[in-house]
């Protein structure tokens, strides 16, 4: 099986743009979470779809939106973009939502702001 | 409070020996699962092992042992044999049933194998 793909891998952008990224599962998993990482900051979640639905949703401002569609892909969305913002966005995915269920990781896009 | 505590930021392991990567967590969900991954400088993150609240036994997979206490809120991550292709950053992450599908990590550990 295909694993989780992330695109595009990198991105460079200026203050005040706006960005989306693309992630698509492995082939049966309905759930997609996305992670920010930042040296000072760690992982963070930022929100989590399951069949269309947001599930559960970080603490990050409403900037930051996704949606996923119904093959189950997620686009992550942020607007008016940050210095701050410049991170690796990890996306995840897993079968179902079960607290035993194993989320695998896409190699993640790299996101410049400048 | 941290929810995932990792205290070792980054450790040396001789190629060929065994070492320890520690986690401790806190939660007072009684049903949780607990996962180490291993993210390469690549970026990308790999699932090395799972262990749930319930499981009785220390989980284990191939080279990779969870070394589980609950009562002291414990799981470290056990590598024996290592390889040189095992220096990378290791995370622990824990998630609560009352959490949907979310992970919280820990700060992580980078762990370097000297040949």
């Known amino acids: 099986k295909a694993g989780v793909t992330q695109t595009p891998r990198y991105l460079i952008k200026t203050r005040g743009q706006q960005v989306t990224l693309s992630c698509s599962p492995i082939s049966g998993h309905r759930s997609v979470s996305w992670y920010q990482q930042t040296p000072g900051q760690g992982l963070q979640f930022l929100f989590e779809?399951?069949?269309?639905?947001?599930?559960n949703k970080g603490n990050f401002p409403g900037r930051f939106s996704g949606r996923q569609f119904s093959n189950s892909r997620s686009e992550m969305n942020v607007s008016t973009l940050e210095l701050g913002d410049s991170a690796l966005y990890l996306c995840?995915?897993?079968?179902?939502?079960?607290?035993?269920?194993?989320?695998?990781f896409g190699p993640g896009t790299r996101l410049t702001v400048l | 409070a941290q929810k995932i505590t990792q205290t070792q930021p980054g450790m040396f392991v001789q190629e060929k020996e065994a070492v320890t990567l520690d986690c401790t967590y806190d939660t007072s969900d009684p049903s949780y699962g607990l996962f180490w991954y291993k993210q390469p400088s690549s970026g990308e993150m790999i699932f090395l092992i799972y262990?749930?609240?319930?499981?009785?036994q220390n989980a284990t997979e191939g080279r990779y042992s969870l070394n589980f206490q609950k009562a002291r809120k414990s799981a470290n991550l056990v590598i024996s044999a290592s390889q040189l292709g095992d220096s990378a950053m290791y995370f622990c992450a824990m998630r609560e049933t009352n959490a949907g599908n979310m992970l919280t990590f820990g700060g992580g550990t980078r762990l370097m194998v000297k040949p």
């Open positions: 995840a995915s897993s079968f179902r939502q079960g607290f035993t269920d194993t989320q695998y």
């Open positions: 779809y399951f069949s269309e639905t947001q599930r």
């Open positions: 262990q749930g609240s319930y499981d009785q």
